[in-house]
């Protein structure tokens, strides 16, 4: 079994800050891309943000210049620093990552049960 545990999520004003973090945990033997992804009431789920293994980076046009991803690999740890924050960012944010599990040949994509990001004044 493989886990994605989401912390971080909140209600925060405008042109303020978030950190979101994710840990993967379970029998895991290794962790290809990890990423963020978002969903607001009546939209479609979009991709955020995501980073290879090796540390890539590649980011949605609308956050660029304001959200940062990073990951710790000895901890199977990726995060999201959300800056200069906007009511349009709010929206349920999901962990994803592309996973080899212990005794498996092919990775399987998991998805954490998602956090709540209020951007509001």
């Known amino acids: 079994q493989v886990q994605l545990v989401e912390s971080g999520g909140g209600l925060v004003q405008p042109g303020g800050s978030l950190r979101l973090s994710c840990v993967a945990s379970g029998s895991i033997f290794s962790i290809n891309g990890m990423g963020w992804y978002r969903q607001a009431p009546g939209s479609r789920r979009e991709k955020v943000a995501a980073?290879?293994?090796?540390?890539?980076?590649n980011y949605a046009d609308s956050v660029k210049g304001r959200f940062t991803i990073s990951r710790d690999n000895a901890k199977n740890t990726v995060y999201l620093q959300m800056n200069s924050l906007k009511p349009e960012d709010t929206a349920n944010y999901y962990c994803?990552?592309?996973?080899?599990?212990?005794?498996?040949?092919?990775?399987?994509?998991?998805w954490g049960q998602g956090i709540q990001v209020t951007v509001s004044s």
């Open positions: 994803h990552a592309d996973i080899y599990r212990t005794g498996h040949s092919a990775p399987y994509d998991y």
């Open positions: 980073v290879t293994s090796g540390g890539s980076t």
